[in-house]
DNA sequence: CGGATCTTTGAGCGGGGTCAAATTAGGTGG
DNA sequence: CCACCTAATTTGACCCCGCTCAAAGATCCG
């Protein structure tokens, strides 16, 4: 859910027709109707449980986490690694208790914001409830993506899908996304893509070797970005 | 998108708080509120294709669909079946154009909710909107709960889980959870499983040689639900 | 410095994919 | 209604990609 941005304030003009609103026009305005608690979360601590009372949605404002599902038989899966901008919670609208984890993988700041305020607050503009709608139908476009690599293309394909959301990501919020940091392990890598850390492992070290990257541990650099994209079938090298 | 039933009017209390609503009460009032045209789509037809414009919603109301999320470069991926009830179209909200492909598996009859008076109806009436978004939350969570059995499961058991979820759909419906006709052929469901048609095939028929189904063509009966839910990752024998 | 965790790499195996063929069902036009 | 054709399904044989098991670094922590 990387559209939505934290925006510096920008005027809302509530009679513009809500769908060409930018995306960085968003959920960020919450912050001027509902009370918004700033919550620090120290990595590998979680920012909510699976059970829990669903009370609120989150924005990231600093750090990075991941989503995971699991079973009642103790399965579990990583469903989605979340960065600054990201909003987390939504899934569990609706319900009165969480449904997965969200786990730090750094420390990280979050902003907490009330559900029943952020109701009223939607129910009193009707474009930031507009906003909220697009966010959810980003996320289902988003998880049905990755549906769409999982299912489709072997290992090596994926985990190069892979680095370049990542880098797609960290370059919408201003960092290099040539050269970054990966703040997850090869095991959390792995269950995103419906791998194991082995395979994960052992792509990585072939990308290297054929020279589409470069990686030592959890740094990466990307060194032929249209070969990358072309093996994870994204012809366009535009974009 | 099972939980939205087009129910018989009920009366709509926009006092009361509306997470408590049953799911029954639903989008089915936005038919007294939006013009609802009346669509029927062949089977082998397209509801609407990838990259045509987004201009409504769609409610299932008789028939069966499955919607297809498809890449640059030609692959393809079935990411859900749609019945009586289901919501297609959310995953275009705010956009312009649809992102994938809903296509009828048998002669259907879709209800079609021209999007611009849908957005008018829901800023009447907060209470619609709260459900709106509420479905699309549970979109999400049933999306990622098919990315836990895809990632997790090997491919009898995704087999059995797939069986069980149209089962249960099927109960839901008022008709019988035992015994059912699939409307999409092998090839579908094992895009959908992320396997190939030949795997579900044999898993079909193993779990018929182990007496847990009976299974001939595209008709399915359940021999031994508890068993197969064990298979699946679903250990509770009730619910 | 020592222990826990993460990552890499190897060796071997097996589940599921690939390729192929047989069978059956369904649709269509004569 | 039947003959034919096309498409769907099943099953077999074989193979390979990714998993399993194992061990050896590397890094980070106390």
Redesign the interface.
Known sequence: MDSIVVSPPVASRHSQPA?DVPPEVTIGQLQRHVLVARRKVRAGQYLYRSGQPFHALYLVHAGFLKTC?????G???V?GFRMRGDLLG???????HH??DAVALEDSEIWELPYPPV?AA??HI?EL??R??????????R??????T????PAEQRVAAFLLDIAGRHARLGFSARHFILRMGRADIA?FL?LKHETVSRALSHLERIAYISVLRREVKLLDVPKLRELA????TVQ
């Not at 939504?90 to 009165?96: F, K, N, P, T, Y």
């Not at 909220?132 to 476009?141: K, N, P, W, Y």
């Not at 999982?150 to 293309?153: K, N, Q, Y």
């Open positions: 769908l599902e699991l079973s009642d038989d399965r579990e899966q469903t939504v899934e569990s609208i609706g319900l009165a449904t997965c109701l939607l129910r009707p409830q507009e909220l709608t697009a966010a959810l139908a980003e996320e289902i476009r998880d049905r993506s990755w549906m769409l999982i299912g489709t293309l269950s419906a079938g994204m012809p366009c």
